[in-house]
């Protein structure tokens, strides 16, 4: 099977976790084995829901849960933005296409401060803002970068132009002295996100080289990304905790979970 094959498509998500482990990665995108679901991705996933139809004005704000409500301020007006909008046609980074979803995507701005300039903003739910992203962390989010770059190329923005970027974080359990939420607000200019995104095909080019190692131990282990957002999946299995089970990472078995757990469409 080819690399293009095996990997199909890219994602911001399979760059910063190859990033992180590029053997965690492996388990997860090459051999395809399941990982545990933690009890936030469900509040996440709720979240989402509502502010896609707030965002596209199925629902008025009066009807959103308490969690995304504080929100609302920091948001385009519904009917004025793309809600939840696939990066379609995908842009394509070393050969494969880059899938994803924009929990909105606004047009460039007429006038005012952002004139001239389209906005790119993202939900995200946290228990601690202490692991929210900064200014400068985010005009370099491999997530966000990914979406400036598609609006740059949906609006044939020049290089001296600029895209916003922002970040509205949710506390799902928010104490007394608890602000609801947390917004990072920036931008990144058009030079900038090319040249990132000229690193992520780099990253892209290397994972389509990795995605033909037959077993995990021949892929390069993170033992400092063991115990990032709560522990990685795969610990029990992994070559480099010495406690593992023996692995049966053999090629006979990453088929029978290719059976198992067959790629799923890309949302
Ligand atoms: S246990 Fe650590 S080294 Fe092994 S795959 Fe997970 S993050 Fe990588």
């Known amino acids: 099977m080819s690399d293009a094959g095996i990997l199909g498509h890219v994602s911001a998500s399979q760059v910063k976790t190859y990033r992180a482990c590029k053997r965690q990665w492996w388990y997860e995108k090459v051999a395809r084995l399941p990982k545990a679901m933690g009890g936030g991705k469900d509040t996440g996933t709720a979240l989402h829901h509502e502010m896609r139809a707030y965002l596209a004005g199925e629902i008025p704000a009066s009807r959103l849960s308490p969690l995304a409500a504080p ?5 385009p007006l519904p009917g004025t ?9 995908p842009p394509v980074a070393a050969g494969l296409p880059w899938t994803g979803s924009i929990d909105w995507l606004s047009p460039p701005q007429a006038s005012g ?20 992203l900064d200014k400068e962390e985010l005009a370099k989010d491999v997530q966000m970068i990914s979406y ?3 609006a740059s190329i949906k609006w044939s923005l020049p290089e001296s132009g600029f895209v916003r970027l922002t970040h509205v974080y949710y506390h799902t359990d928010p104490g007394p002295r608890t602000k609801p939420i947390k917004v990072v607000d920036t931008k990144a ?3 900038t996100i090319k040249s990132l995104w000229g690193e992520f095909e780099t990253v ?21 990304a063991c115990w990032n957002y709560g522990g990685c999946p795969y610990r029990s299995r992994c070559p ?18 290719r059976l198992l757990f067959p790629r799923k469409a890309a949302k």
């Open 240 to 257: 480099s905790n010495k406690s593992a089970a023996p692995a049966p990472e053999t090629p006979e078995v990453i088929s029978v979970h």
């Open 113 to 132: 401060e952002w004139a001239g300039i389209p906005w790119v903003g993202d939900h995200k739910t946290t228990k601690n803002y202490t692991y929210c």
């Open 189 to 191: 200019q058009v030079a």
């Open 71 to 75: 929100g609302v301020p920091e948001l």
């Open 148 to 150: 400036a770059y598609y």
């Open 81 to 89: 933005t793309l809600a939840e909008h696939a990066l379609e046609p």
């Open 204 to 224: 892209v080019q290397d994972m389509k080289a990795t995605a033909k190692a037959p077993t995990a131990a021949q892929v390069e282990g993170n033992a400092k």
